[in-house]
């Protein structure tokens, strides 16, 4: 997603107006935690010339698992996309109960930046479903 389109969202969805490098500094930080990733598309063609294109970021494990545990309901089909070899029934919705085992094991709740993270999610007044 652009930062842009982040910018957008956040102003139209939340009404929270927010500079393009602030949203750089957090992403930047999500990064670092591990709950998002980032993929650069630049290179170059056969012609010689160089492109590059907007940067690609998607939600980690990690950071699904941080979701989760703040109280977010994610959908099948996100479920899917970042678990793609966990099995795609209707079952996988009761592996949700494993996944707070999965995060004390991982560490996830005693990182310090994650508890820094929820606090700015409720500043924001995000609100889990």
Excluded: C
């Excluded at 094991?105 to 999610?121: P, V």
């Amino acid at each position: 997603m652009k930062r842009q389109t982040i910018r957008d969202r956040l102003k139209n969805y939340y009404k929270i107006s927010i500079s393009l490098s602030a949203i750089d500094k957090h992403l930047g930080e999500l990064r670092k935690m591990g709950f998002i990733q980032v993929y650069q598309r630049r290179g170059r063609k056969d012609d010689g010339t160089y492109y590059n294109k907007a940067s690609n970021r998607m939600i980690s494990k990690r950071g699904f698992w941080f979701l989760i545990r703040l109280g977010f309901k994610i959908s099948i089909l996100l479920f899917k996309k970042v678990f793609k070899r966990e099995p795609t029934t209707p079952d996988t919705v009761s592996r949700f109960n494993q996944l707070e085992k999965k995060l004390q094991e991982s560490g996830l709740d005693q990182d310090a930046r994650a508890e820094t993270y929820s606090e700015i999610l409720r500043t924001l007044k995000f609100k889990p479903v």
